[in-house]
């Protein structure tokens, strides 16, 4: 194919980068910088609630607030049980989206369609009142203890709200998609032939799944998995609302740090921590599998 | 050979079940006469009047919905240009960190996109007096942020799939830039611009965390003012919006579901 030649040079191809470019440099890289800045300083009473980097002239950059997230086991404590449960949940989705992501893949042709299509429609519908919808069928009155109840399982209800057992549940569930789609792309373009050869040469189905499909699958394991592990890092919404204290996940802590006890600084240090210890990692992670992908396209 | 075993029937069955049943668990219990919205008291339909009367909701969704129709054009046009630069200008001075810019902020946790553009509001406004205060402009401009990156990612896709054959001959038969740009590429990646401006406008509308950092007084959103009632507990008024949320997304992703099968039968 011949070289680019569309708008290779002049104002146009000057403003079609300049636009983006300066409306995410401003808007997203600035940002950074700042809160960057606003975690070297200290908070007080007052508009804005942090004290000035620069006064009269002297930086006034201390470095309190990282100190002060060190020697205090419950950001530490919640980074480590944010990886936890992200990459639990991203396993246990795993396990669920892959035989459905198969059953789809494995389908008459006409239906496919409309089953991803079933797939990705609650995508669109709001991700927060189907966590919502978890807090009615998980609490002590709800269907779920109910159920185990008429059965005679249990004669008390079980405490499943507040529980990690319901983070890792309502993850499970908004991610599901995420961790389908991916599996579906590479398990659909299979050569179904390769199955019919280990069969013909006598390997039993469940071989032939361990040898040929998963193997074949791997990629579409590989991204799925990050496409659920990388949201559900940083998220607020679902340990706050089945959560409890002992589910603090980093996002919920930032967020709590922030709203309620309004310290700015000390906030903006923990992003910056979760920037350069869980963000900069997984972009790095997310860019050498994406150039693998275009290398064997 | 069977392709599709009983296993993977039964797989898919307990997949959507597991997929669809807490959202129907919303639709019953809306229709719950009781306000306990899990114990069963009758059916009745008058959580939807008392939901048609909430002015702070109905006020909210409004402001949602033009947030997110104006986040999501904007979202449109900006990530087109990203990735036409992208995947049309070959290498150019500072490609690379153009590329992290676009694609940051699909692995940027939430709550630190919010901080940080709440903190460049503020820090801004102290050094020029713009931004005036947080409002719903400052919402759209932190939507218009993050969905840009995945609008980018969309119209990527297709950009690099396009035959270039037809831009080729335009351009050689004397066709300026611009004209081919609006004749020939437009028309051709419309379907992927309209795919981005739909979930820019979907992640808009469903964003809780970014427009809770960066709203004002009297700019709450609609996930804004429902987290606010969830928090406290259920409420049927949710049921019954949940209900004509997913009834009308429903019926839209159906009809363009037909409407994509009948131009492409396969």
């Known amino acids: ?297 | 050979m069977r392709r599709w075993s009983p296993w993977l029937v039964s797989a898919l069955a307990l997949g959507y079940l597991f997929l669809y049943g807490p959202m129907l668990s919303l639709v019953v219990y809306s229709f719950n006469a009781s306000r306990l919205v899990t114990v069963w008291g009758g059916f009745s339909t008058k959580w939807y009047g008392t939901l048609a009367q909430n002015e702070k909701l109905l006020n909210a969704a409004l402001l949602s919905l033009e947030i997110a129709a104006a986040s999501a054009t904007g979202a449109m046009i900006l990530g087109t240009l990203c990735a036409v630069a992208l995947v049309r200008f070959g290498r150019f001075r500072g490609r690379f960190l153009f590329l992290a810019m676009t694609a940051a902020p699909l692995v940027m946790p939430e709550v630190i996109t919010g901080l940080s553009l709440l903190l460049l509001f503020v820090s801004l406004q102290q050094l020029t007096g713009w931004p005036d205060g947080r409002s719903a402009l400052t919402i759209a401009i932190a939507h218009i942020t993050f969905a840009t990156a995945y609008v980018s990612v969309v119209v990527q896709a297709r950009l690099s799939q396009m035959d270039r054959s037809l831009e080729e001959a335009a351009l050689d038969l004397g066709a300026r830039p611009l004209k081919v740009f609006m004749t020939i590429t437009l028309p051709l990646i419309a379907p992927s611009l309209i795919a981005g401006w739909l979930l820019a406008f979907t992640l808009s509308l469903d964003d809780l965390v970014i427009a809770s950092f960066v709203s004002g007084p009297g700019s709450s959103t609609l996930p804004m003012v429902v987290f606010s009632s969830v928090r406290l507990g259920l409420s049927p008024e949710i049921n019954a919006l949940a209900t004509i949320l997913l009834v009308t997304v429903s019926v839209c992703v159906i009809f363009a579901g037909c409407l994509l099968a009948k131009r492409d039968p396969n």
């Not at chain 1, 607020?236 to 589910?247: A, N, W």
């Open chain 1, 1 to 297: 194919m011949k070289p680019a030649r569309f708008l290779t040079s002049g104002f146009g191809r000057w403003l079609v980068t300049a636009l983006p470019f300066l409306w995410l440099a401003v808007f997203f890289l600035a940002p950074f910088v700042i809160v960057f800045g606003i975690s070297l300083s200290r908070s007080r009473f007052g508009v804005p609630p942090y004290e000035p980097l620069i006064s009269n002239g002297t930086i006034a950059a201390r470095l309190d607030n990282y100190a002060f997230l060190l020697g205090d086991s419950l950001y530490v404590n919640a980074l480590l049980n944010s990886l936890k449960i992200a990459a639990t949940s991203a396993a246990i989705c795993l396990l669920i989206g892959y035989p459905l992501a198969l059953g789809i893949a494995r389908a008459p042709e006409r239906w496919r369609g409309g089953l991803l299509l079933a797939v990705i429609l609650p995508f669109w519908t709001s991700f927060l009142l189907r966590v919502y919808a978890w807090i009615g069928l998980l609490k002590s009155e709800g269907p779920i203890n109910g159920a185990l109840l008429a059965v005679g399982v249990i004669d008390q209800p079980l405490q499943l709200l507040q529980t990690s057992f319901a983070v890792h549940l309502g993850i499970i569930y908004t991610y599901l998609p995420f961790m389908v789609l991916p599996l579906y792309a590479t398990l659909e373009r299979q050569d179904i032939s390769l199955l019919e050869a280990a069969s013909d040469l006598g390997a039993r189905p469940w071989r032939a799944f361990l040898t040929i499909t998963l193997p074949l699958s791997l990629p579409g394991v590989v991204a799925g998995f990050l496409l659920v592990f990388i949201p559900a890092v940083g998220e607020f919404v679902i340990p706050e609302l089945l959560g409890d204290s002992r589910t603090a996940m980093i996002g919920k802590v930032l967020w709590t740090e922030f709203f309620n006890n309004r310290d700015w600084p000390l906030a903006a240090a923990l992003a910056v921590a979760v920037l350069a210890l869980i963000v900069a990692p997984l972009a790095w992670l997310e860019h050498v599998r994406l150039k693998r992908v275009e290398a064997t396209r």
